[in-house]
């Protein structure tokens, strides 16, 4: 099955090691998505990755209906299925992409504006918005345990990501995050090889 993706996002890198947390092979295919190329479009209308084609060639998108598919076909593997676990997971699991797509915004600011276009309090307040998050998890992460679970690869996904865009902005003052991802290969060695890197 082909995976669009790029070596650097977050939600790639998540999807990723779901799939090999499931034992489930893809193709990881590189993808520019400021190219727009045909093949993902087709994939993917939004124009995002991951998109994920499945065997019978329809698509799915997101990473969270990805990684939701890739638990129904693992049994599981996943997602915990009684309900505190449930809940865990799913709620650590939208924090953290939500901290990526508000970060992600102010990073794409000044990437794609011309400086004089840019917008400093809509960036101001995306990075409130992650923050906030941030401060969440770092409430959440003693409360993951050491079986991998979607949640696992979503604060992974984000961390690996904050380590490329925003080095040195985090680490202090999160220091129960930064002791949970430097550890974080201990439980899921393919870290290494699967998260985001430049
Ligand atoms: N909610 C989506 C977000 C995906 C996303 O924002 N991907 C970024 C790369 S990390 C992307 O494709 N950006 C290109 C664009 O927004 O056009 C998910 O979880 O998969």
Known sequence: MRLFYASASPFASKVRM????????????????????????????????????????????????????????????????????????????????????GAILSVYEVRFRPE???????????MRKAWRGMDVLEGAIGSLGTQPTTAHFAVAGLLGWFDLRFKGQWEERYPGLKAWIDGFPAIFPAYEDLKPKA
Do not use: M
């Open 18 to 101: 779901a799939a090999h947390h499931c034992d489930i092979e893809l193709e990881p295919v590189s993808t520019d998505t400021g190219a727009e190329p045909a093949d993902l479009l087709e994939a993917n209308p939004l124009g995002k990755i991951p998109a994920l084609v499945l065997p019978d060639a329809s698509a799915l998108y997101d990473s969270a209906v990805i990684c939701d598919w890739l638990d129904r076909q693992s049994g599981h593997a996943l997602v915990p299925q009684d309900e505190a676990g449930w809940l865990l997971c799913k709620r650590i699991e939208a924090t953290a992409d939500g901290v990526v797509d």
């Open 116 to 126: 004089d276009k840019r917008h400093q309090p809509w960036v101001d307040k995306q």
